[in-house]
């Protein structure tokens, strides 16, 4: 398709047509020096001759500023400083990967892969580094790049247009003409090696706090409040994918959009393959895994993702991750160090749990003085006692572990560790349910450690977002006494606050704010924010969904909840009994009253929905609408979506390519419809 006439064009009236010309020659020369620069790695020109346009552009947008047009090569740097991050609710969601630890998982996965799409032949599949950095979606309309979101939980990330916008490898107008109207890429930010060394150098220079590694460099870079900082960041971008596409098309296959969107401007990691099965992802991972550190960015694996789409449509997601892709992580780096004890440490739950506190140790870049035991049984089996050496681990964002004890260096009088009676926090009795490996405090509220842990979750950048409001913080209010629950933290006062450590009139404010910026949440948010046993995002987001109100969960016995899609009785049973116990009911009471809120969500009344009581199963390749939409529609219309065809299944709607679930529907019996015949469904039901 060809490009739209661009929104920010000049008028003709506003300056001579010799210099908006002129101004358009230099935009044209400077992008496609930076395509070249960046993306071909091939510059065409000397950095001097470079500046020297980009100075002369300068001059003329300075003469006539109606010529600084947003995607414009001078308007990429600089911009005021934001007083936070609004959030951005991704149209796609952006799913995590599985991942695979061993030669065994990957044959597997292909197996699996192979299995259900009912086929002995190998699978060609795209593989590429798994970069270690920060994923994002960025969204070009018209060819302009107008919003950039971090990955955040998968359905809603932090607006971060205004830092992406510095970064050099990142284009702010594609290049060609056959780009869709609204595109939708998705890419990993990163720091490469070069430049974090040359970061961490000027820091020592200036005095400043070294950066630990690349990743968390590239983290504290992009969520910078002043894009100025960003700028002066080594930051760079790989894409690695395509989310929503609207008013246009990008080829069939993996491998080949990503040859487009490198036609198309955008930098692609020049070490992308395409393999045949499991070997040719094998032996990808042998060569990759061999270059490693001679590499120029930081990678913890690699990624293999079947390339065809039409396939990838048919295999499907299961939870929050594709059945097409599997991430293949290279072995746990690991190093000996002592114990120097072991503590334990009390959950928002109440879980005790054993953690090793260790002599310090840099293990793949971060030094590492504490090691989770993950519960008793672990360090029974384990016998790790004060004063061993023991061998611990750590895989990418993995929290370090201690993998075994040098058994013949352990020290004579190294007493075995036994599990306390008492919580060591509040004194209450530590109870241990019969088939359960956590033991539990008994405290509940009254315990400062479950009370301080409920609130950080509460307010963790996946739950209330209270920006500003970090762990210390939260352990100086609750020692204080100034918080009892979450409900408390929207009754503090600003003179409250300025009393705290470290904490002015200014800080004071901004928290306030953030406090008041939190209530307009999601009920989803929300839900996860209670911190109920066992119910994450995933499921929050199903009982957002299923029940479309806090009053209707509230009200759901065990055996409603177990009526939406993937809740079983073990969870119904700790959301059911949350809700009845009175504490709950005075927090929720206390948080509602204090002005939480979030839009209503549209959810049919029993036996009104469309779908309502009907178990489907999606299949094939949809051309109207991604399949995750497609689900999200039939959940809308009380319908249940589920991945495979059973004596249950009341419905099989199918695409292109159907394969196997098709067939399997009509040889029982079970009822189909076409990709059309379901658009009709929707139409006549008014989604």
């Not at 489907?616 to 249940?640: C, Y």
Request: proline letters at 5%.
């Amino acid at each position: 398709m060809k490009n739209k006439k661009n929104e920010n064009s000049i008028p003709d009236e506003v300056c001579p047509d010799q210099v908006r010309s002129e101004a358009d020659q230099l935009r044209s020369a400077l992008n496609n020096h930076n395509y070249k620069y960046y993306v071909l790695d091939d510059p065409e020109v000397p950095d001097a001759e470079y500046d020297r346009l980009f100075k002369a552009l300068q001059h003329l947008e300075a003469k006539y500023p109606q010529l600084a047009v947003p995607d414009s090569p001078t308007q990429r740097v600089g911009g005021a400083l934001v007083d936070g991050f609004s959030q951005v609710t991704h149209e796609l969601a952006m799913l995590s990967l599985d991942n695979a630890f061993s030669e065994q998982s990957v044959y597997e996965f292909d197996k699996r892969v192979r299995d259900r799409l009912n086929t002995d032949r190998e699978i060609s599949y795209a593989v590429e580094p798994k970069l270690d950095g920060l994923a994002i979606s960025i969204v070009y309309k018209n060819g302009v790049l107008v919003q950039a979101a971090t990955r955040g939980d998968g359905e809603t990330g932090e607006d971060v247009t205004h830092n992406v916008r510095t970064i050099s490898s990142v284009p702010l107008r594609l290049i060609g003409e056959d780009y869709p109207g609204h595109l939708e890429v998705r890419g990993e930010i990163f720091m490469p090696k070069a430049g974090f060394d040359a970061l961490n150098r000027r820091a020592a220079e200036s005095g400043e706090k070294a950066f630990m590694n690349p990743r968390n460099a590239a983290a504290g870079s992009l969520r910078q409040l002043d894009p100025g900082v960003t700028a002066t960041r080594p930051l760079d971008m790989y894409f690695y994918g395509v989310g929503l596409v609207r008013d246009g098309q990008v080829p069939e296959s993996h491998s080949t959009a990503l040859a487009k969107l490198r036609e198309w401007g955008l930098k692609v990691c020049p070490d992308i393959q395409v393999v045949q099965g499991a070997k040719g992802c094998l032996t990808y991972y042998q060569d990759i895994g061999s270059r490693r550190d001679a590499l120029p960015y930081d990678i913890d694996g690699v990624v293999y993702k079947v390339d065809d789409f039409a396939l990838q449509a048919n295999l499907g997601f299961v939870s929050r991750a594709p059945r097409w892709a599997i991430a293949h992580k290279f072995p746990a780096q690991e190093e000996l160090t002592t114990v120097i004890d072991v503590e334990w440490q009390v959950g928002r739950t109440g879980a005790v749990t054993p953690v090793a506190r260790l002599e310090p140790v840099l293990v793949g870049g971060v030094t590492v003085s504490n090691a989770t035991l993950h519960n008793f049984d672990e360090l029974q089996r384990k016998d790790v006692r004060p004063g061993d050496t023991v061998v611990i681990r750590r895989a990418g964002d993995v929290i370090p572990e201690v993998v075994k004890v040098i058994a013949d260096r352990r020290p004579v009088k190294a007493t075995k560790v036994k599990l306390p009676d008492r919580c060591p926090v509040c004194h209450s009795k530590i109870e241990r349910i019969a088939d359960e490996a956590v033991a539990r405090c008994s405290g509940g509220f009254y315990c400062s450690a479950q009370r301080k842990e409920s609130i950080k979750h509460f307010a963790s950048r996946k739950a209330l977002d209270i920006d500003g409001l970090g762990s210390k913080l939260i352990d100086q209010l609750v020692d204080e006494d100034l918080v009892q629950s979450p409900a408390d933290l929207y009754g503090l006062t600003k003179e409250q606050l300025i009393s705290l450590d470290r904490m002015g009139g200014k800080s004071a404010d901004n928290l306030m704010q953030a406090f008041e910026t939190s209530k307009k949440t999601t009920l989803q948010r929300f839900l996860y924010a209670l911190g109920i046993r066992e119910v994450g995002e995933a499921t929050s987001l199903t009982l957002a969904r299923h029940f479309g109100s806090l009053e209707a969960v509230i009200a759901a016995s065990e055996e409603m909840l177990q009526e939406a899609n993937d809740i079983g009785p073990i969870v119904a049973a700790h959301i059911y009994l949350y809700f009845q116990q009175p504490r709950n009911k005075e927090l929720l009471h206390g948080l509602l009253n204090h002005g939480i809120c979030w839009p209503e969500i549209q959810v049919p009344l029993a036996g009104s929905g469309l779908f309502e009581g009907k178990t489907i199963v999606l299949t094939g390749t949809f051309a109207s609408m991604p399949r995750a939409e497609a689900k999200t529609r039939i959940q809308e219309l009380g319908g249940k979506v589920t991945s495979s065809v059973t004596s249950k299944t009341d419905l099989v709607i199918y695409g292109e390519n159907p394969g196997s679930k098709l067939d399997k529907a009509n040889k029982n019996g079970v009822s189909v419809a076409t990709e059309q015949e379901f658009m009709e469904m929707l139409e006549k039901a008014q989604v």
